[in-house]
């Protein structure tokens, strides 16, 4: 641990031997702190022992090379698409399983070594993955594939006519070496080198837009068919994809094989919401869904196992204290099983220990990575509330904070209204803020609870689910916020009455 106290008259952090500039500093002359300061930032923080061993391997996007508790999933997987080695469709696959339950990193793993045995037998068959959160619409997932088939046809026609090209300087100098080729003369080569031309330069990329859908349908379609293969396209989120642009891609997809002559095509589906499917076309539903593959929530020993796992590579030997995994795995348990948020807890509390600057990870880290992960969550959600939310959320935070108890509707909406005034938007009516303050209590910010009022009919009584100051921070950051603050004075003066 490096010291960091400091004699001198500096007051920074700064703490290394003084060292011999040699004029070398000469850019930060003048900066407080002068050359030795500029010299201790990164050395310090470098020195300092870390926890973390490779910390890349708790990240969401390091792919594992085992995946404890999924090999039933994954043997299952791999069972339906041995098929595509032996050159024949495999069935189509839905997986579905709760966030975190590792779909997307057991699928990952079964595309590559699916790719990679492929290649070793010389089969030509691969993986194609697609997200659908990003690539959400008919267009984009179509014009994704086609051009990467384009490119794939491309260096494969480039391959070929290089080796052409070469076989034909070889025929001139002696016609004999054509005897072990399909060529039966250097014409015959020239046809061929003519024809692969031809069919390069017909290849055009499909635009980000501007097509018409169909266009885009039948340059992928062609830019399959152009070598033979099987092709297994993975989509994941499909969810997403069907929400925003209904099942025409699933649709085309999976009616593609009847008319493809030289390439199969099959799709595995990814997602965490199985009621996507109730809005499919029932064929649709019956194609994709040929087999279904189910991924449970893990339980906490089974967290303990991965975490474990990860954990060796990822940290030095001895930064944890026996109870950091086992309290991971308990958090992320009791969330729903979720093996991503297990990781980030494990991963922000050894960040919390190295800022501590202690030699290893304790209990305590942990609880605080779960409190900043949450927070985390808030502030997400809250920066991304649309106005009018932030408006009924910030009048209940003005209640709570005069001390009101068991705040009901009616006083949100007052002070709401109050609000809406003071910033010149659209008052809405009492019932759309229940709407929104339904919405806030869905959204774990508020708790909402009906009560009855007798005769007075029903109400809803809420409190705040999150923490006040940070909240409240957080709403008057957005600048169409920033002038309710004025309005508090009158809201003191409503309950002063
Ligand atoms: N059995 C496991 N062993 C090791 N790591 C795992 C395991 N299951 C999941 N993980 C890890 O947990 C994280 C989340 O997994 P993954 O992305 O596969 O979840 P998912 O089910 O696809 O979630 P989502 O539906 O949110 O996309 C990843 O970092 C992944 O490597």
Known sequence: MPDTSRDGDSDTIFDEEPVDTDGQNALFDGLPGDEEASRGLFDDLLNSEPIFENKEVLR????????????????????????????????????????????????????????????????????????????????????????????????YIDQQLSELNDLKARANESVSVLSETEFDSIT??????????DDREQFESVPMTGWPTDRVYSTFFEAVEYA????????????????????????????????????????????????????????????????????????????????????????????????????????????????????????????????????????????????KIELDRVVEVVRTLPTQSKLVLYAIILLERHGVRNINTGEVFNIYKQLCTEIGVDVLTQRRVTDLISELDMLGIVNAVVVSKGRYGRTKEMSLSVPLEDTETILLSDSRLADVEEAQPFVQARFDE
């Open 60 to 155: 969401p996007s390091y792919t594992p090379r085992r995946l404890p508790h999924r090999e039933e999933q994954i043997n299952n997987m791999a069972t339906i698409l041995v098929t595509a080695l032996r050159g024949d469709t495999p069935s189509n696959i839905l997986i579905y399983g709760k966030t975190g339950t590792g779909k997307t990193a057991s699928a990952k793993f079964v595309s590559e070594e699916l790719e990679s045995t492929s290649e070793k037998y010389e089969v030509p068959c691969e993986v194609q993955y697609i997200n659908c959160e990003v690539t959400d619409t008919q267009y984009r997932v179509l014009a994704q594939l086609a051009n990467t088939f384009i490119d794939q046809n491309e260096q």
């Open 188 to 197: 015959a080569i020239d046809d061929r080198i003519e024809t692969l031309t």
């Open 228 to 371: 033979e293969r099987v092709v297994v396209i993975m989509l994941d989120e499909i969810d997403k994809l069907v929400e925003k642009s209904g099942d025409d891609t699933l649709y085309n997809l999976s009616r593609m094989n009847s008319e493809l002559e030289n390439s199969r095509v099959s799709i595995i589906g990814i997602s965490n919401d199985l009621k996507f499917t109730d809005f499919l076309d029932p064929r649709v539903k019956s194609s994709l869904g040929e087999e279904e593959i189910v991924f449970p929530p893990y339980d906490a020993t089974q967290l303990k196992d991965i975490l474990q796992h990860r954990s060796e590579v990822a940290f030095k030997s001895g930064a944890l204290s026996d109870d950091v995994i086992p309290l991971c795995a308990a958090f992320a348990a009791q969330e729903h099983g979720d093996a991503r948020r297990a990781l980030d807890l494990l991963r922000t509390a050894g960040e919390l220990a190295e800022r501590d600057r202690t030699d290893f990870i304790e209990e305590e880290h942990v609880r605080q990575a779960q409190e």
